[in-house]
C-alpha cells in the first residue's frame, strides 16, 4: 500500500505500509483500538513501531526544533514521533500523540527540569584517594585526590518514556578534613605516583592535599560537583541546568600520628 497521511501539527510521512491485526477484548468487549508510532530518521526515512520503513518522511515539522548546543534553533530533529491509533473499523490512523524535541505538543516530552531531577538520583558518589589511609603524620602534606575521572557518561536513560543521554563534566570538589578546616578545589587532584612523580617534601607542589596539625583520627567528607548536560538524540547536548549539581558525600577515615626522629648506633661503626 502506498499512501500518506498528516497529523494535526505538520508531520507528514509517506509511503507507509503496514499491516495490522485488530485486537480483541478478553473481557468481551469487542475489538480495541491499535496503537502504532511512527517516525523520522536522521536521513528522512520512516520509523514504524521502531523498525525502519522504506517510506520517507516530509520536511514539514514546524514546531520542532532541534537541541542543539548553544540553542541555535531552526533545524528539524533528527528524530521524531507521532503516536497514531486506528479505531475498530477503521482504515485511516488518527494521531494521538506527539513528540520531539522542544515539542509543545500533548505527550511528555524530556525537559530539563525533569531530566535534573534524574540526574541528582544518578549523580555518583566519589571515593577519596590518598597516600595516608589508614594513617597519615602531622605537619606533612597528606596527599589527596577525587577518584574519578574529570567526564562520565549516565546514559542512556529512559525518561518519561524517551531516551536520554547523559553527560557529567567535573566542576569542583568540596573537602572537610575533618580537622575543622575545609576548602573547594577546581580540579580532582590526581593519584600519587610513587615512582614517576614521588615527592620527598613537606609539601607536594605536584599534587593536592592537606596537612594536619595535630593527632588523632580524623573522617574526611568528599563532596563532587558537576556540570551537566543531555541530550534527545546522543550526540546534541545542553545544559541540565546553568549551575553544577553536587553528588552525595563520601568519607574516608584516617588515623593522624606524631613521629619522632630517634638516634640509633651505626651499624657499620663510622
Known sequence: MDGSFQHQQGIVVRGVCVSVTQVSDPGGGGPQPVYRSVGCAADGRVIVDGVLGSGSCGARMPH???????GAPGRQPPVAYAYQRQDPGSSGWVTVGFWCPQSSGPVAVPNAATVRDQVLRLLPGVAVGTTGSPATLVNLQTVLWADTPVRRALGPVRIVGQPVWLRLAFAHASWDFGDGTAEVSDDPGKAYDPVGDRCAQVLCPDYYGHV????????????????ASYSLDGSHFVPVDPDPLTGPARTQRLLVRQARAVLVPNPGGD
Request: aromatic share 8%; with cysteine.
Open 212 to 227: 594536619y596539625r595535630a593527632r588523632g583520627p580524623v573522617t574526611i567528607v568528599l563532596r563532587v560537583s558537576w556540570r
Open 64 to 70: 520542532c526544533k532541534l537541541l542543539v548546543e548553544g
